[in-house]
């Protein structure tokens, strides 16, 4: 009779759940797998060894990549964070001014509307404001590690617009404003040149020419 063995690597999954999936190039399916290795008897699997390592696969493309990959945000999140971010910051930047100036607060709906927040209206607002701001950082935070550079001052100038919106900005604006772009993780000097730069430039004027 002959005996034949062997060895075989079999595959079990652990987790499940949605990644970035760079070859997809969006927000994919996985499955998180382990594999260990088996001496098999007649192609049976019937000691189990060691471990052969782990690995994330995309469901749909079957790409394989390290466990690192599931640290990356989704689209998913990368949208939540830029949306709170900028609710955030608006928020952030209406309390330390006059928060009931009918044009700061018009200027503040815009900011966040353009940011991609459907349905964003004057209850929000109300609603942001009356959270204090130390509750806010976090979601400043967040949003400021996914941004490039010139991003960061772009967002920082339309906060400077929304504290023009009701005149000239006060000290106490200035430097929430400069609070707002260190969280975002620019330098004191970074945010002293977007805010005086933004400052010499009409309130409306938004179109970086």
């Known amino acids: 009779m002959i005996i034949i063995w062997g060895f075989r690597v079999i595959w079990s999954t652990i987790a499940t759940g949605v990644f970035y999936c760079r070859k997809c190039g969006g927000d994919r399916n996985y499955r998180h797998r382990t594999g260990r290795r088996f001496f098999t008897l007649f192609f049976i699997p019937i000691i189990p060894l060691n471990k052969v390592g782990e690995h994330v696969m995309c469901e749909t493309c079957k790409t394989r990549y390290v466990i690192d990959v599931l640290q990356v945000?989704?689209?998913?999140?990368?949208?939540?964070?830029?949306?709170?971010?900028?609710?955030?910051?608006?928020?952030?930047?209406?309390?330390?001014?006059?928060?009931?100036?009918?044009?700061?607060?018009?200027?503040?709906l815009q900011v966040v509307s353009g940011a991609g927040v459907a349905g964003y209206d004057e209850a929000a607002l109300v609603a942001d404001l009356a959270r204090p701001g130390d509750e806010w950082r976090p979601a400043i935070v967040a949003f400021g590690s996914q941004l490039k550079p010139e991003s960061k001052e772009w967002h920082l100038a339309e906060l400077v617009r929304i504290a023009l919106a009701d005149g000239p900005i006060t000290e106490v604006e200035r430097t929430t404003a400069g609070g707002i772009a260190g969280d975002l993780g620019m330098t004191p000097a970074q945010a002293v040149g977007v805010i005086a730069l933004t400052e010499e430039k009409p309130a409306s004027d938004t179109s970086g020419s």
């Open 73 to 108: 945000p989704t689209m998913a999140q990368r949208q939540l964070a830029a949306t709170d971010g900028v609710r955030a910051m608006v928020a952030v930047m209406l309390q330390s001014g006059d928060a009931n100036s009918a044009a700061a607060r018009a200027r503040a």
